[in-house]
């Protein structure tokens, strides 16, 4: 492409009084040799527009710098379609709002900024999108309640769907129901189950095709293009699919694992044993089939306990204010108590609770079980420490009820791909240290060998990535449907605990994000978080030396590698978070727009002052997800800081590449701080782990100080959520004030 390259500023919004704009077009014509620069005191309007447009239909200019207010504004005003190059310079947010006017520091920040932009620009490509053919069908594995809703929506959206169901019908746990949670105003009763409807409606919608006693056995390929394989006792088949939805759904907390003694009794059952006696006739004990006259109930019985399930199961609550209405239905003298830490009834189910709490033969004690014993007369007593009179109390009843908690019918991806390696070491034979290693390993998760769900033929292995209680890892604020793998979405059960109603609404949201994924992919652009993004990777394969890091740091399992190790690229599964070119040591992986080379260009193009002239010059690689809004945020709200530091935005700080530390540092920058997302448990990354892995290679930024022989200080990472724009200013000018002490980069000036 012969580049015609124009310079547009804009002195609008405070611009033109913090900054001599001539000052700065003089910058791009005489510094950059830039043939067009144009200034205007709105660039966004009407008038402005056109004369950007005008210049691109009369071929005047084919790459455009924008320098005016940030790439996160007017990004509709600025979209010129996917033929010119544009890159925007926030003279805005980042300079005239957060520094002082007119001011000398100022204006040389505003250089700077500009002539980083023209920098990139000058080394950016025309993007060429994606053309591969894509198929707009939609896998839905699992027919509960939520597949059977996502099938549906699908479906009445225009979109094929294949509903795969193990079982040898559809309806899952629901299925087999008496009653609902109410529905209907005033909610004080139990629905009815109507999920036959529901069942009759997707088993006859013309655009969906039920496979029931049938299992998902090998899924490849990458969005648009799934060839999944599905195994039933007819043989196999291959369909290629756009997108899928697990909605495997959930299954009961083991009783088996609680710590709770006597939990073992013949007349100790679950709840999830007592909705499916309740649907086949009255309610008797197990040991010797009497009607039972008095039930207790224990609630939480393994939820929101670290040793169990940490978390709330969301349903145990209201399934025993159903039950208890339906053993009242069947004997109305029955007793009824109810043991909880807390009862949690969102919402209108409010009215439920109070409707069962006000029965007289309805007793509700907030306590904590501590044991239960079997008395001669066969009753069972629980012993009961009594949170509100603070004394222990024995209730005897007929039959307990412990309302265990939802765990997801998922597959621990990590564990079965570690455990896989642990086998393949032990059958290697190598040291004996390893091999005794690998057979503690396989001793601890040999349980989750056959959990397998989907059969991913990636190389990062067969199934989703989860989080610890075994929920697909997703970054649930912002996407919570999404999980580590590209184009397949979690919902219900499988995604987080819920009960039927938010089941059904969530299986609208997957199925409208599989929807998505698929018409992304047939116009080649990325999903969330980079939506609509047209570039992708590039390898230089004649120079990789099959290391895998790029393989293996791919938070996406967008790389997979044959059998030399050579990566091997899947574009529809990337999320064009550039974590493999910040992971490439040989520096081979570059996207058209965004790549090794262009942001060294742009720290090269930072004007370095000398050591005499006691201006120092700061380079920040801030996050665009997180920490550049934060710092746009900050600029919004007039919040000052130092001016001599530059913010480059980085698509991910995984992407960051060591050598722009090094480059930057070797010019003469006297300090370099790194502006991720928070990462740990609680990660907030968009892109799962890399503000992680940014500090970790800081790791091998130790070293290049070491060898110029510079202090440590002079590089920092910070952890920087969206919210905490209120900080950016401290923690700039903490910095600052650190590198200041540090005195000069002795390489200024060589």
Known sequence: MDKKLGVYICSGCSIGESLDVDRLAEVAKKDCKVPVCRTHACLCGDEGIAQMRADLAE??????VIAA????????????????????????????????PKDEDTQMLAGDYLRMGIAKAEKMEPLEPLTEAISRTVLVVGGGVTGIHAALDGADAGYDVLLVEKEAQLGGFLGSLKKTFPTRAPYTKAADNDLAKKIGAVCAHPRVRVFCSTQVVRTE?????????????????????????????WKPYERARLALPGCELPDVVTNVELERMAASGPVRRPSDGVPAK???????????????????????????????????????????????????????????????????????????????????????????????FGSPIRVAADLVVLATGMAPNSADNDAIRTLREARRTVERNESETQRVEAEKVIAQLQDREGTEILHLGYRQGPDLPVLQNGFPDSHFVCFPYETQRTGIYAAGAVRAPMDAALAAEDASGAMMKAIQSVEMAVNGQAVHPRAGDLSYPNFALQRCTQCKRCTVECPFGAIDEDEKGTPRFNPYRCRRCGICMGACPERIISFKNYSVDMIAGMVKAIEVPDEFEDKPRILIFACENDAYPALDQAGMSHAAYDASVCVIPLRCLGSMNVVWIADALSRGIDGVMLMGCKFGDDYQCHFIRGSELANRRLENVKDTLQRLQLESGRVELVQLAINEYDRVPQLIDNFVARVRELGPNPYKGF
């Open 69 to 100: 207010c940030s790439p996160r504004a007017k990004m509709e005003c600025f979209n010129f379609g996917a033929g010119p190059i544009v890159e925007r310079v926030n003279l805005r947010e980042q300079v005239a709002w957060s520094h002082q």
């Open 221 to 249: 390929g990458q969005p648009g293009m799934f060839d999944v394989t599905l195994q039933n006792g007819h043989g196999t088949e291959t369909h290629r699919v756009g997108s899928i939805v697990l909605a495997t759904g």
């Open 294 to 388: 008095s039930v207790l109930f224990v609630q939480c019985a393994g939820s929101r306990d670290p040793a169990h399930l940490s978390y709330c199961s969301s349903v145990c609550c209201m399934s025993t204010l159903k039950e208890a209405e339906i053993l009242r239905e069947e004997n109305p003298a029955i007793e009824i108590f109810v043991i909880y830490r807390d009862m949690i009834t969102p919402g209108q189910y409010e009215a439920y609770y109070q409707s069962l709490q006000n029965h007289p033969r309805n007793f509700f004690v907030k306590g904590t079980v501590k044991s239960l014993e079997r008395e001669t007369s066969g009753k069972v007593i629980a012993n009961i420490d009594d949170s509100l």
């Open 59 to 64: 071929g005047t200019v084919n790459t455009m």
